[in-house]
């Protein structure tokens, strides 16, 4: 039984879990961008961006499909993850070989192809990682916090003993590698010990065609909401230089730390929203509207104070050769916004069998997204790309307000946004007049805002009194 209870219980755990990753990935980038400097860790996220665009290939949608698949006919769990896994094996060899062969041509130097080359090994862990969705369906939520956790710690660890032994830029990543293939190993061996008997896998084709043509579309997706960020470092490390592209991920990377709590929410919640859709609508639709409002309630006042405070956490983070990168923090802190509403409108269209929408939507958002940034990026230099993504996903709500199926949900998160966003403002307003530290304003800001949404209703007692009444059976 999936009560109330559970849902904040799974939450806590994978939001507890996520900020003592996010604190300890920070601390591991801090060490980082001053070993290495502003060039050579420009070279590691190019290396990084390069990988993460086939990697986001070999993913292809299917681990959300399988969550779905799985959530819906939970009795062919272990059939659905054992097909996917090999999948993905075949999708990341061939990934990876199309990725090698493409090197020559890009006009990398040797050591840089050789650099990049390492990083591909990544993609043959990614099949791995489809053992990850079985936590989420059997709602073992606590399970992966803990394994999530522990990839972080030994991810951090052999990076910094790579740095502390005064290694270069190819054995941080080999560290990295290491790395990751002690976490994926991980999911495998836990996932296998809680799937239900009997654990067969057999080869099905049919179950390898549906999961492909489900998948595809969320392809498309996947690559507009996270592959802008491999594909602007590479244009800003073209047309800025290497430096510039190390400036920007930095400012990108601290911009991000939340933007992944939407990830981590949903999945609890995505299982939950997918089994509603066919059982229970009113449920579907009450949850999916709590859901928005947990989003914005928090999203809006740590945007406010991110785009406030731009300039002494990218000091913090990074140090003050980094500084330039601070409109491109405070645009991007804005955007986070969007992010969030945009996630939930995500795993929204997915639960409702409706990524059949998402590819066309997808093509004319990159269109937008990449040519307006090749546009921006030469005469406003680094916020330019910045830009770009704000006018992208603001293009992005646009279009999905005008379609039939997804208006009502794009009009449930402007309703439940207007309280969250006018209280933002009076007290962004009295922070700016005031200008008290930056400590203060985190402080009595947070505080300030969780009173007025008390008080004014950004989040009632009848919501959280109500999920629990449609849950709790």
């Not at 403002?425 to 800001?445: Q, S």
Request: glycine share 8%; proline share 4%; aromatic share 12%.
């Amino acid at each position: 039984m999936v009560t109330a209870r559970t849902i904040a219980q799974n939450t806590l755990y994978l939001t507890g879990s996520h900020i003592a990753m996010r604190l300890i990935g920070l601390g591991e980038v801090m060490v980082l961008v001053r070993y290495l400097g502003p060039e050579m860790y420009g070279t590691l996220t190019l290396a990084y961006a390069y990988w993460s665009l086939f990697a986001l290939i070999v993913e292809a949608g299917i681990d959300v499909t399988l969550v779905r698949e799985a959530s819906q006919n939970p009795e062919r769990l272990t059939h659905l993850v054992g097909n996917g896994i090999l999948i993905r094996t075949v999708i990341a060899l061939g990934a990876y070989l199309i990725a090698v062969a493409a090197l020559p041509w890009l006009g990398y130097d040797s050591d840089q192809r050789e650099l990049f080359s390492l990083t591909l090994i990544l993609l043959f862990f990614s099949p791995l990682a489809v053992a990850r969705t079985i936590f989420p369906v059997l709602q073992r939520i606590w399970l992966v916090a803990l394994l999530d956790l522990i990839g972080q710690l030994l991810h951090t660890t052999f990076i910094l003993s790579a740095v502390f032994l005064h290694g270069n830029i190819a054995q941080i990543v080999g560290m990295q590698v290491i790395a990751t293939a002690l976490t994926q190993t991980c999911y495998v061996f836990y996932g296998w010990q809680i799937l239900p008997r009997p654990r067969v896998i057999q080869v099905d084709w049919h179950v390898w065609l549906t999961l492909l043509n489900q998948s595809w579309p969320i392809l498309l997706s996947s690559l507009l909401a996270t592959g802008y960020l491999p594909v602007s470092r590479l244009i800003v490390g073209q047309i800025l230089g290497r430096a510039d592209a190390g400036i920007y991920t930095v400012a990108l990377s601290l911009s991000a730390v939340f933007n992944v709590l939407p990830v981590f929410y949903f999945a609890s919640v995505y299982p939950l929203l997918a089994r509603a859709y066919t059982t229970d609508i009113d449920y579907f639709r009450r949850l999916y509207r709590f859901s928005l409002k947990i989003m914005m309630v928090f999203i809006f006042p740590v945007a406010l104070l991110m785009s406030l405070t731009g300039n002494e956490l990218i000091r913090l983070y990074a140090g003050s050769n980094y500084l330039a990168g601070t409109p491109v923090f405070i645009v991007m802190s804005w955007t986070a916004v969007l992010i969030f509403a945009g996630k939930g409108l995500y795993y929204l269209i997915l639960a409702t069998r409706q990524q059949h929408i998402l590819p066309s939507v997808t093509c004319v958002l990159l269109c937008i997204q990449l040519g307006t940034m090749v546009l921006l990026v030469p005469f406003v230099g680094l916020v330019g790309t910045a830009l770009a993504t704000l006018i992208m996903y603001t293009a992005a709500f646009g279009i999905y307000a005008s379609l039939t199926a997804t208006r009502i949900y794009v009009l449930e998160w402007l309703s439940v946004s207007i309280r969250p966003a006018l209280i933002v403002l009076f007290i962004g307003g009295g922070l700016l007049i005031l200008d008290p530290p930056t400590i203060v304003k985190w402080t009595v800001g947070m505080l300030l805002y969780g009173i007025l949404i008390a008080i004014f209703g950004g989040m009632r007692g009848e919501d959280i009194r109500s999920i629990r009444q449609i849950i709790h059976r």
